[in-house]
């Protein structure tokens, strides 16, 4: 799928040269997506190139928040070109499948997408690579991670007590497979009503802390509940595009800056044992 020369990712056509971000949650609906595109959005702020594959199966909806207007061209049956949204690269099933054909029928088809998305799509030279995995700790993200073994694990949680006893098990999913944590996103943390400012933990407190330490890793950041972020969203307007001074748009700049500053560059001796697959 691809090799490392140089601590860089090479591809077919293309590179990455900083990190590959595995976006991952215990179960659906917690806002995984929402988080990969507006971080995806947040790093390319700070100057990074950025793509994303959406390699969730049942939803695909990276294309719809990302305001993805284009399908991915073929040139010669070999080659994908892949849409970009202000500079940001992105390829997801939706584009492949018919989204009515049931879900049963795109699981099979998601392994052999996930080689072509990295060996055939014209990525050129990246700085970040997002990959939305499927919701949960089943086959389906079990099985990209193994594909992919020098992803780093992101997880998005909300602060529900259901949802980061789920989101802990990826820990150990991502400890077993030696895969690299790179902290928690807190989504869904409060709500702050317009009129007092006062702060409703409608999900819980301190779940996303809960999780970060259950998995020694870093909390990287709180979000609100907000609807204008879910307008947004439905819009295909990433916030930070539309409105970089709002609230959530800071809050997924100090994301951003936390994993910019994190360690970047990729480990030649994993190549060997496990890019056989
Ligand atoms: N912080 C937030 N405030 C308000 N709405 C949000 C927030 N985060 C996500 N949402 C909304 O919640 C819904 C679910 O979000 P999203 O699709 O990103 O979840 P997901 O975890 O990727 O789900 P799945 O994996 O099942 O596809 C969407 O309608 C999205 O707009």
């Known amino acids: 799928m691809y090799s490392v020369v140089n601590k860089k990712i090479k591809l ?7 990190k590959i971000i595995a976006v991952a949650s215990g179960k659906g609906g917690v806002g995984k997506s929402t988080v990969t595109v507006n971080l995806a959005t947040a790093l390319a702020e700070l100057g990074n190139k950025v793509g994303i594959i959406d ?3 049942r939803g695909f909806s990276i294309p719809r928040i990302l305001g993805v207007s284009t399908k991915p061209k073929a040139v010669d049956e070999k080659e994908i070109i892949p849409p970009e949204v202000k500079g940001i690269k992105s390829i997801s099933m939706g584009s492949f499948v018919d989204e009515n054909s049931p879900v049963i029928w795109r699981a099979p088809l998601l392994g052999g997408a996930l080689e072509q998305f990295f060996k055939d799509v014209r990525w050129g030279d990246l700085d970040y690579l997002l990959l939305d995995l499927p919701p949960g700790t089943g086959d ?8 992919v073994p020098h992803a780093d694990i992101l997880v998005v949680t909300t602060p529900q007590v259901t949802a980061t006893k789920v989101a802990g098990r990826i820990g150990k999913m991502a400890e077993k497979m030696k895969l690299n944590l790179l902290g928690v996103v807190e989504n869904m943390a409060y709500y702050q009503c317009n009129n007092c400012g006062q702060k409703e ?6 779940g996303g802390q809960y999780l970060a330490d259950y998995m020694e890793t870093e909390l990287l950041g709180q979000l609100p509940l907000i609807s204008e972020l879910r307008q947004r969203s439905d819009a295909g307007q990433p916030a930070i595009f539309a409105d970089p001074d709002s609230l959530i748009s800071r809050e997924f700049i100090k994301i951003a800056q936390k994993l910019v500053a994190q360690d ?11 890019l056989k697959m």
Do not use: C, T
């Open 12 to 18: 077919e056509h293309g590179s990455i040269k900083k």
């Open 55 to 57: 390699a969730d199966v």
């Open 140 to 147: 389906m993200p079990l099985n990209i991670m193994q594909k």
């Open 264 to 274: 970047s560059g990729f480990d030649e001796s994993i190549q060997a044992a496990q």
């Open 201 to 206: 933990y409608i999900f819980g407190e301190n």
